[in-house]
């Protein structure tokens, strides 16, 4: 039919056609602005395309209104076809993203369902006389370009479609618009539906009412869909749709935690992942929604376990913490995980599980650079520190009568201040020893009462400085012989006994005593001090931990003293605990086995390697 292509560009000028240039103008200004300013997702690349398709359009009208043939006018319709018959359904494809129903999009029944329509009217306008009327002597001159009539017996089909779909679009931004909770998001729904009522109570004046009121008007469609994308860009750029939305920061923000969050359905299906658990797992997000969690489970132990602690008890209850488990790699690795699960429930029961997965393998890998930072760093200060502490013993004895007392008294300060100090560092190798698992006993049956005794009495002189009573009172009946390392031991014992006068004001006692409590040796260091604050008492044998009280004020502590006794006690398969009351006073008292087998851990090991006896002093 457009045989001769020198006709299809024979331009005759119509100044009606600005009204289709200003369109294309506007749309393609809105087009930069958009893929510009506005989110890059797919609610925007479905926004594109109808902006394309409107370019398209506004294109071939400027075109058509200015061709000087028949044949030209009919080329230019032809080609804007596409343009104003599939936008319809492009825009319905943006408002199903915009109330997130986008999945009715991936089903290939609807796909048909939606565009097949509209193809085929594109299909028949090109083909037939059925929707447009292709003749060429349909086509007359009017004021505006050109105006085919009659039109085609079934254009009222696209007309139903149009209506139909736009409605339908706006039945949906209604409908999210009622139930949406975010406020901005809401908003935007508002501003769209708006939007798309312009071209449907726009076309409804043109094509009906106008008709029937006898008045005749330039062809106006692509000025009222034009406001309609100039609404829209409006409201994604103003509010830059989508993107500030609280549901899709909270999506975002749950990528970007370092824990592994899973729903898991009450059916065991994995429903929902963050970023955290594709990088922990390995595999794909869609090869994990869907799967059961029972595929991401080692061995069949670690998932009888992990459904009997967390999946079935969040049935009834709210809440289950850090329960230690296992997750399976991609690769089958086994990772360390600590996991915590809320439940969602609602009036018909557990709806989702919602977990949080803590890697704990990469947590032991940083735990452990940190001790060995500080193990590395304390073993590094502590000789600087006994050559410091020697010359400032040497120079105190030299010195001696012949400085002011001012300054023998600084020098007394840095001495002091120099055991300190090494005490410290004493304690954080302690820490790190215990905290690595490298502190290591050496038992030998101890005459328990002679030992805590003779330690008693190391501290007479200091207690009557400070007029203090310290004594010990000796047991009833004779204990019996224990197994401990009495170096370490010792440490305990000094550490209470030294807490005890710290934490007692003059005129006060100290009383330290031992008793057999089944076949436990219990010891106690009880003071008439100031005691310790009830909500001070579950801390108290951590790290670190100290009660600034009114006696502790100047005092250099550490907080390493009490867990560092906790430990050794342990160590020996006893308990160390505390009864306080403020103002009163403190009884710290641990236990030690009386049957403190002679057989150490370390020697069972040795035994596994073949060896008859345990290794002496040296570790040979
Ligand atoms: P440090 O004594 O180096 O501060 P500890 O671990 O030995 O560290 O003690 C922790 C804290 O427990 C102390 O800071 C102190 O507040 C409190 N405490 C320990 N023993 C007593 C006691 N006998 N009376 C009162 N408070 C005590």
Redesign the pocket.
Known sequence: MFTDLSLIFDFQWNVFSLTSLLSVIINLFLLVLVRAKGPKNESTNWFILVLILLIIWGISEFLDRNSASQIASLFWDYVGRPGWILVTPVLFGFALHFVGQENILKNRFNQLLIFGPFILVLFFSWNTNLIINNDISAHHRVYYGWSITPLGSFFEVFTLLFILFLTASVVLLTRFYLGASDLIKRRQALFIMGAFLIPIIGGIFTDAIFPILGIQIVPIAIILTTAMTISVTYTIIRYSLFVVSPTLAASTIIDTISEALLVIRPNQLIEQVNKATIDLIGLKKNELIGANIQRIMPDDETWNDFREVVLKPLREKDLVLNFKTKFKTKEGKTVPVSFSGVSLKDIGGLISIVGLARNLAKEEEFEQMKLDFVSIAAHELRTPLTSIRGYLSVLQEEVKGKISEEQSSFLDKAFISSNQLEALVENLLSVSRIERGAMQLEKSSVDWEELVSSIVTTYLVRAKGREIDIYFKTPEKKLPKIYVDKFRISEVLY??I???L???EAGGSVEVSSGLDGDHVVTY?K?T????PPD?LPK??TKF?????VL?QG?K???????I?KAIVEMHKGKIWVE?TPGVG?T?SFSIPVKGEKIEPEFDKFKELGLTHAPDSNGK
């Open positions: 550490n209470l030294d807490n005890a710290t934490h007692t260091v003071d001090g100031e005691g310790i001070a108290l044998f931990f100290r009660v600034s009280g502790e005092s502590g550490t907080g390493l003293g009490l867990y006794s306080s403190s710290f």
